[in-house]
DNA sequence: ACCTGAACACCGTTCAAGT
DNA sequence: ACCTGAACACCGTTCAAGT
């Protein structure tokens, strides 16, 4: 039989969030993530593959937190909310989003980010290789901006700059799209 | 006296970097860097701080090798040379290249290369503050098209479809310039 | 079934010692 | 002045053992 499981990969990946917002992703460490569960690294091996994996969830995590936008806002303004929403959790975990830029994005919650930015280009006319192409170069600017500034790349600039360059990018990007539907 | 050293910060940088490109950049750890040139880890605290002072040395070699573009090219024409050898010099170091997004850009390599574009745009009649907003987005967006591809974001797509995505920001980026003249 | 304890091969870094 | 050797506190991960 066995006794119930005292964790799970849901209370593991809490506890290597936590750790890593307060102290960085350096101190995500197997053993610190135990011990803050009250139990040993080697626990932790149940529930996760590695540690690699345990980084993944993590990745996983930030992007499942992020809000679609509603269908009955306007294409603009769907765009608009899910480059915010992702400025917004860049600002809430900015140990652990820089990571977003560096794994493959076709994981269940990135594709299903992706593809609600697909649906609202393909909504607006955008043909399906276009609606692609615009989605890949939104999200890399978004994801960009929002990297540089939680890693300090943008240190020295003022609040009030940097969300005057977001709107300027959120504009660019805009007229971007406009010119795409040609 | 003593004798002369037999290592110095260049060649350590140049080890550092050669273990980059070929196992990744977990492969760089001051015993592999250290084996490498024949002394002991050690010996390398003389001539680099700690291990984050020397990633630091590895992201300022990527910038110096950057070729700054001539001045007597036009104003598209820097731009577009500069975004390019950024490109390149990810893909040429694909494995240490991803640091540069992460890192304040205000290092002596760092502001050579941002000198030189904001430079190029007050030439076109940009005035500072414009000019200084156009080289932050515009570093944002090729970095973080540069990071996305080496760094395996765009897996499974094919190197035509990223060079024209590529073509395409570049063109998107240049219409922002244009109309931030205004 | 789930967790522990002991162990392994590493890691960055320190310090005193050698030449 | 420059490098080494020994050591420290960690790290991710394995394996056999406990309940």
Chains 1, 2 share one sequence.
Do not use: C, W
């Amino acid at each position: 039989m066995g006794r119930p499981a005292q964790i799970n990969r849901t209370r593991i990946l809490d506890a290597a969030l936590a750790i890593a917002d307060a102290d960085g992703l350096d101190a995500v460490t197997m053993h610190a993530v135990a011990k803050r569960l009250g139990v040993t690294a080697m626990a932790l091996y149940r529930h996760v593959e590695d540690k690699k994996d345990l980084l993944d969830g993590l990745v996983e995590r930030l992007l499942t937190s992020l809000p679609l936008p509603p269908p009955d806002l306007t294409l603009d303004e769907r765009l608009a909310a899910v480059a915010r929403n992702m400025r917004a959790t860049a600002a809430g975990h900015p140990n652990v989003f820089p990571l977003l830029l560096q794994r493959p994005a076709d994981t269940p919650a990135a594709l299903a980010v992706r593809d609600a930015v697909v649906a609202a280009l393909g909504e607006a006319g955008l043909d399906g290789a276009t609606a692609a192409r615009m989605e890949r170069l939104l999200s890399t600017a978004v994801l960009g901006f929002a990297v540089s500034e939680v890693a300090g790349r943008f240190a020295h600039h003022d609040r009030a700059v940097l969300d005057a360059d977001f709107d300027y990018l959120l504009e660019a990007l805009r007229r971007m799209i406009d010119s795409a539907g040609d």
